[in-house]
T-cell receptor, first 110, second 116 residues
């Protein structure tokens, strides 16, 4: 089943913070976060695995609550370049079958 | 590294025609993925390969779609016959193993397919 992302859209001014949430109705093994700019390919941001292992960009942080089947992406001191659509992809097992949410459109204005 | 390479970047065809999309993964990556992205359905995994072997094709919409990976550096996604509802952006992605159960997926630039 497709994970649910919230909010659907958010508008920030440069320097403000944002949190994007991803929630699943099934048990999760991993959560993957990607950012996509209009007309471009998704770009990797973070991967969080069951058990606590994480890998990602140094300026972006995320959390993974395995019991609640939820993940949150934290964007601090936002920059204009952070604008884009953020997707979470979830996997119920160690296989690579990712299901992506519908995305959160983030707009950062000067 | 050149990244994941896809061709063609744009394809316009008429309903009923055969369409072949091509992908060259990043050298050394042993996973390859085909995704489809539309406004209505978002980003969907169609099929993925590990070491050239199809692992999960449950996302392939119907028998009109087929994918092959004859060697570690090349994969194709074929639609025959194509229909207007196949219009979408098709992404190929690849991933290394690096000893972890899951790793970063690197996406190619995509193929924008329009079926008239």
């Amino acid at each position: 089943q497709q994970p649910v992302q919230s909010p659907q859209a958010v508008i920030l001014r440069e320097g403000e913070d944002a949190v994007i949430n991803c929630s699943s109705s099934k048990a999760l093994y991993s959560v993957h976060w990607y950012r996509q700019k209009h007309g471009e390919a998704p770009v990797f941001l973070m991967i969080l695995l069951k058990g606590g292992e994480q890998k990602g960009h140094e300026k972006i942080s995320a959390s993974f609550n395995e019991k609640k089947q939820q993940s949150s992406l934290y964007l601090t001191a936002s920059q204009l370049s952070y604008s884009g659509t953020y997707f979470c992809g979830t996997a119920g097992g160690s296989n690579y079958k990712l299901t992506f949410g519908k995305g959160t459109l983030l707009t950062v204005n000067p | 590294d050149a990244g994941v390479i896809q061709s063609p970047r744009h394809e316009v065809t008429e309903m009923g025609q055969e369409v072949t999309l091509r992908c060259k993964p990043i050298s050394g990556h042993d996973y390859l993925f085909w995704y489809r992205q539309t406004m209505m359905r978002g980003l969907e995994l169609l099929i993925y390969f590990n070491n050239n072997v199809p692992i999960d094709d449950s996302g392939m919409p119907e028998d009109r779609f087929s994918a092959k990976m004859p060697n570690a550096s090349f994969s194709t996604l074929k639609i025959q016959p194509s229909e207007p509802r196949d219009s979408a952006v098709y992404f190929c992605a690849s991933s290394p193993t690096n000893g972890r159960p899951q790793e970063t997926q690197y996406f190619g630039p995509g193929t924008r397919l329009l079926v008239l």
